[in-house]
């Protein structure tokens, strides 16, 4: 079994809509990363949570320590958001990474 | 520059041959990390160097790679003998001093390597 297990794998939307992607883990963590790739395959850092909730534009990330679970949550997507998401943790207190195996989003307009 | 560099960003290489692939982290930081993405698949983690810790190299897939951190800065990925099997976008992760709550990790645009 992975330690960082995402869904769902593949994911459509129509522009507009809100579109969530879960990721659960097994390991200790001392925080939980949600990155995007676009194709090209340049990867941006989008957020790191050790806790609770953050947001940025229309992007929302929030984590439950004891559940082991994040979700990283769009609002009103845009065509432009098409990508493969990723979560990541590092484990705790090493700092080492582990990758979930990316959702990948298309919105369609 | 201000952000992880890698060099090159494609190298085609025959099988058989090694290959040198470099990891510039951004200054100050730490921790680096190797990992490699094989076409469609997820990100694979490869080594992990933290200070002047022994690495972590249990993702290492076979003896024919290896890394190293020269001066606590630099990385080199060496995969000698190179099969076809090797082909994948190879990036490089850096980040800060670890401290509670973790640390924001940059990525590099990655080394395209094909083998034929």
């Known amino acids: 079994k992975n330690e960082v297990e995402q869904s769902p794998q593949n994911l459509t939307a129509q522009e507009g809509e809100f579109i969530t992607i879960n990721c659960s883990y097994s390991?200790?963590?001392?925080?939980l990363h949600w990155l995007q790739q676009h194709p090209g395959g340049g990867i941006v850092s989008l957020f790191m949570?050790?806790?609770g909730k953050k947001k940025h534009g229309r992007l929302i990330a929030t984590i439950n320590i004891q559940e082991k679970h994040s979700s990283l949550h769009i609002t009103a997507s845009h065509p432009r958001d098409s990508a493969v998401y990723i979560c990541?943790?590092?484990?705790?207190?090493?700092?080492?990474?582990?990758f979930g195996a990316g959702t990948r989003l298309t919105v369609k307009p | 520059g201000a952000g992880v560099s890698q060099s090159p960003s494609n190298k085609v290489t025959e099988k058989g041959k090694d290959v040198e692939l470099r990891c510039d982290p951004i200054?100050?930081?730490?921790?680096l990390y190797w990992y490699r993405q094989s076409l469609g698949q997820g990100l694979e983690f490869l080594i992990y160097?933290?200070?002047?810790?022994?690495?972590?190299k249990s993702g290492l897939p076979s003896d024919r790679f290896s890394a190293e951190r020269t001066g606590g800065s630099v990385s080199t990925l060496t995969i000698q003998r190179t099969q076809q099997e090797d082909s994948a976008v190879y990036l490089c992760a850096s980040s800060p001093a670890l401290r509670t709550g973790g640390s924001e990790a940059f990525f590099g645009q990655g080394t395209r390597l094909t083998v034929v």
């Open positions: 390991v200790g963590i001392s925080a």
């Open positions: 949570l050790s806790s």
């Open positions: 160097f933290q200070g002047n810790s022994a690495p972590d």
């Open positions: 200054s100050g930081h730490t921790a």
């Open positions: 990541a943790v590092q484990v705790h207190n090493n700092n080492d990474m582990r």
